[in-house]
């Protein structure tokens, strides 16, 4: 059986774990509202009503293509590009471009800033696998404009991040969103995850704070894997009410 990223991959195991994701998606979380093309997000009401509902829903998609067979996974993008030409088509107008690369981009750089936050440093040849791995997501979602390699990448990434990043109304709206599903605690949380692993830009512009409150209990969330009682870190920043989702998370263990 063929798989669309091979079982040893660096993208299983940083796809595998649930507190990497968690800090995948704290980290497009916070820049997600910054895009300038966060209207779209807006366009269906579906983020702002239900953030962590999207975040499993997201999550979903993302496993079907990292641990599927190559056709599931290649069927999970197309009908993922197809939610987002209905989406098009109700609005009477195309999402930009440069849009759905940042969405790529989000996860190509939030999966190696999160797994080195939270495991070890990724060598060269690893980074570049997660880049071929979105890559190919992109070509499948016929993604205009894409890198071809993961230096190449870099650059445009960056460039992206200091153009495309406006702290708005929709910003703010979208934070009181998170504040609202998460309670004043977990949201508290949310942005001390997001210090630790958003770039720089992003914190300037959404006023995160220089000091990561949240380093003693990363380092905590280290020690009890010794201890094993991992989870630490998800469960205590997602409701409780999402006790089934939040095991599910973690494929690795399974």
């Known amino acids: 059986m063929t798989f669309f990223v091979s079982r040893d991959s660096i993208v299983r ?27 779209w997000l807006y366009f269906t009401g579906r983020l702002p009503a239900d953030p962590l509902g999207r975040l499993f829903s997201t999550v979903s998609y993302a496993r079907q293509i990292v641990f599927s067979e190559h056709q599931a996974a290649v069927d999970a993008i197309y009908k993922i590009a ?3 030409k ?9 999402i930009p471009d440069c849009t759905y690369r940042d969405v790529l981009f989000m996860l190509i750089d939030y999966s190696i800033r999160a797994f080195e936050l939270l495991e070890r440093k990724l060598i060269d040849t690893e980074k570049e696998e997660v880049f071929n791995v979105f890559y190919k997501v992109g070509l499948g979602m016929e993604i205009k404009g894409l ?3 993961f230096q190449q990448w870099l650059i445009m990434r960056n460039d992206h991040i200091s153009k495309n990043l406006i702290c708005s109304d929709f910003t703010r709206d979208l934070y009181k969103q998170y504040k609202k599903h998460l309670g004043l605690t977990r949201y508290q949380l949310l942005r001390q995850a997001q210090v630790l692993v958003v770039p720089q830009k992003v914190n300037e512009l959404l006023s995160l704070g220089k000091i990561p409150l949240l380093s003693p209990i990363l380092y905590l969330y280290k020690l009890s894997r010794l201890l094993t009682i991992e989870g630490l870190l998800k469960n205590m ?8 989702q939040i095991a599910d998370l973690d494929v690795n263990s399974a």
């Open 13 to 39: 195991q940083i796809w595998g774990n649930g507190d990497t994701i968690l800090f995948i998606f704290a980290g497009a979380s916070a820049e997600f509202a910054l895009n300038k093309a966060v209207d």
């Open 237 to 244: 920043i997602l409701p409780p009410e999402y006790k089934k």
């Open 147 to 149: 890198t071809e390699n």
């Open 82 to 84: 197809a939610i987002h």
């Open 86 to 94: 209905g989406v098009e088509q109700q609005r009477g107008a195309q």
